[in-house]
């Protein structure tokens, strides 16, 4: 085992397995305006997607982490990582 950091490019290589590589990117982003069902709609099927990805999890771990403001991301769409970023804020009580 080495102490040598991964390579940048190995950081990266999960994001060759998504299955949104083969899907139109409009499913995970939404266009300007876009409100209410037309929204749930998409962002479902979005959703749907990323249930069978096999790189789920890491899509998702790196979505939070780099707090990624745009887009359905490891199952989440962009108001679900807010309320994320929103409880792991917020101070602890006893």
């Excluded at 990266?12 to 995970?28: K, V």
Aim: net charge negative; with cysteine.
């Amino acid at each position: 085992m080495s102490d040598q950091p991964e390579p940048v490019a190995a950081l990266w290589e999960w994001q060759f397995q998504g299955l949104c590589r083969t899907t139109n990117p409009d499913i995970f982003f939404h266009p300007e305006g876009e409100r209410g069902p037309s929204r749930r709609r998409r962002e479902a099927r979005a959703k749907a997607i990323c249930e069978q990805c096999p790189v789920l999890r890491e899509c998702r771990e790196h979505a939070l982490a780099v707090h990624e403001p745009y887009g359905v991301w490891g199952g989440m769409t962009e108001e679900e990582r807010e309320e994320v970023y929103r409880r792991s804020a917020r101070p602890r009580t006893a």
